[in-house]
Structure formats: structure tokens, C-alpha cells
């Protein structure tokens, strides 16, 4: 698995993108409300260290960053 540190706040407003995306489906299956537990946390862990002094990274798996910056 491979990991990278991002700019924390480029990966928040990249999650919060993906929230709106997903929020405007319809479809509301199981697997629609995984993938937006899993963005929200995301969203929610970026967010903090974008906001924290001397902290403007957020390290993410390839899984994650996948998981974002998708075109849904």
C-alpha cells in the first residue's frame, strides 16, 4: 500500500466536492453510504490539520486519494 502527505487543504475541499457529488445521487445503496462514511472522515481529518498550527499535511493511502478525487 502506498501512502503520500497532501496539502491538507486542497484534500479537504477535494472531499467536500465529493460529499456534494454524492449527496445529488438518488441512488442510495449500501455502498453509496459507505463510500460517503469513509469521505466524511476524510473530509473531517483534513479539515483539522488545515486548520492546526504548523500542521498543513494530511498523509493519505492511495485507496483514499482514489477514493476522492474519482469522478463520480
Not at 13 to 25: C, F, H, P, S
Request: hydrophobic fraction near 50%; glycine fraction near 2%; aromatic fraction near 6%.
Amino acid at each position: 500500500m502506498s501512502y503520500a502527505a497532501l496539502d491538507a487543504g486542497r484534500v479537504a475541499k477535494a472531499a467536500a466536492l465529493a460529499l456534494q457529488t454524492l449527496a445529488a445521487e438518488a441512488e442510495a445503496s449500501e455502498v453509496t453510504q459507505r463510500k460517503t462514511i469513509l469521505i466524511e472522515r476524510i473530509h473531517a481529518l483534513a479539515k483539522a490539520a488545515s486548520e492546526t498550527v504548523n500542521q498543513g499535511t494530511v498523509t493519505l493511502t492511495s485507496e483514499e486519494f482514489w477514493l476522492i478525487s474519482r469522478n463520480w
